[in-house]
């Protein structure tokens, strides 16, 4: 059994380029509650590496990573 929890907030990065996904999911997080969850679409594919080493290194939690059709969807916990 698979657990898809909902979006507090949606943010579509597609398009942009390094590092503006993160930037953009940076600026987000920093408005949302701790626990929320925000959801990044981004087409990047440098965006797989820059979010692992951004959740890594902050209180936030990357709690699913994975692509589909050419887009890397990413859920974070804000911590």
């Given amino acids: 059994m698979s657990f898809n ?4 907030q949606l943010l579509d990065a597609s ?17 949302m509650d701790v626990g929320q969850l925000l959801q990044v679409i981004a087409t990047d594919a ?3 590496r820059d ?3 951004y959740t ?3 209180d936030h939690v990357l709690l699913q ?9 990413y859920l974070i916990r804000r911590g």
């Fill in 56 to 58: 890594d290194q902050s």
């Fill in 65 to 73: 990573s994975f692509t589909d059709q050419n887009k890397f969807i």
């Fill in 15 to 31: 398009e942009l380029n390094c590092p503006l996904p993160l930037l953009k999911a940076k600026q987000a997080l920093s408005k």
């Fill in 51 to 53: 979010f692992k080493a």
């Fill in 5 to 8: 929890p909902e979006p507090d």
């Fill in 46 to 48: 440098g965006s797989v």
